[in-house]
């Protein structure tokens, strides 16, 4: 049995924000994540997109290494499995990345994992 309010998903989701643009029926949306795994990205765009839609999305995952800050650009296809009218404006969608190269997929988990608790805790010796 698991315990209430755990992560139940094999890839969970991270509440970040990244830059997202997402192209749907002719129209392009600059927008950014409200939540995302490395199987789909939870955000918000202007005008209505039915579910099952199908998108393209192109996601920047900004990675710091010794040489300064640069983005990791990821495309893939996607389709709309949820779309919900937001009060103050706009429509929240949820995209699931359902043709995405393994290449692409390894790198959002490996850019995710660094905000995961975790797996093994530090161990504290005796003195």
Known sequence: ??????????????????????????????TSTMNVSCLGAYCRITKYVPPFT???VKL??????SSGNKNYNVECNGVIVRSEDEL?????????FNHIKEGQRKKI???????????????????
Do not use: C
């Open 54 to 56: 199908k998108v393209l």
């Open 109 to 127: 988990s490996e850019y995710l994992s660094q905000f995961l608790p975790s797996k093994n805790p530090p161990s504290f010796k005796r003195a």
């Open 88 to 96: 103050g404006g706009g429509f929240n969608i949820a995209i699931f």
């Open 1 to 30: 049995m698991k315990k209430r309010g755990s992560e139940r998903r094999k890839h969970p989701r991270i509440d970040l924000e990244l830059p997202l643009k997402v192209a749907a029926n002719g129209y392009d949306f600059a």
């Open 60 to 65: 920047a995952l900004p990675i710091t290494t």
